[in-house]
């Protein structure tokens, strides 16, 4: 399988890419193409452009989570895909995976909606739409994880702003927060957006799901900002445990993690334009 960075909120070393706040993975595995969340606006359409790859022959998208700077590049998506159908160029139907209530209204005070703003329903008007809490495999290896329990003390519990759910605004808890997850030999490499489900949750999950705790790497935001000394020790020690190979925080990740994740897990830096290939 081969996972290419196409949004980020940092940049690699080519001048042609664009970063932005936001994050977007270009996957291939077993011939089926995947766009693992879609960034905040239409970088991510431009980055693949300059990097030689095809977006319209994408066989699924995978949306983490709901929030904006993982599903506005979305609309952007959908613009670039009708035009290119109405221009008679060869484009292939994907396939939207993500949890139920990822198309949920969300809201942040002094900013307003925070979500995705395109609606399951219109989505479904030109895509084919999932939404499924359940494990989903997309190939043999790679698989959308689905609603992820919350098994520590020290993982997401503060609320995110707010989300609208029966027609009342209560404290929101990104339940729908997920990962993706390729099983190999080594063992699991989990590709997640947020983590705002929590990073050892989803080590956890994972590890129950595939019945193995051989772990090879991690790669995606980790929602560390600001971490309070305490939780960020945990998380840490936690993570130490599992031996994970290789660990790739980005996104939502802010300089004083990765300066702890680099110096006690030997994290490495990614920006747009990574590449990384996972192995059977």
Known sequence: MKLTVLTDDNIGKSRRLLAEHGLCFYIEDEAKK???????????????????????DLDYIVLSHGHYDHTWGLNHYLEFYISAFDQKQKVKKPTIITHPD???????????????????????????????????????????????????????KEPVEKVLRNGKYENDYVIEDSVLVYKSDKGLSIITGCSHSGICNIVEYSQKLFKTTKMENIIGGLHLIDTPKEKMNKIIEYLKKQDIKELYPCHCTDFSAKIELTRKLNAKNIGVGFKLEFYK
């Open 34 to 56: 995947i766009l693992f969340d879609t960034g905040y606006s239409d970088v991510f359409i431009k980055n693949a452009v300059s990097l030689g790859i095809n977006l319209l």
């Open 102 to 156: 990822t198309f949920l209204e969300k809201y942040e005070e002094g900013l307003g909606e925070i979500g995705c703003i395109l609606t399951e329903e219109k989505l479904k008007k030109v895509f084919n739409v999932i939404t499924t809490d359940e494990a989903y495999s997309l190939t043999e290896n790679l698989t959308f994880l689905g609603e992820i329990p919350r098994f520590n003390d020290f993982e997401a």
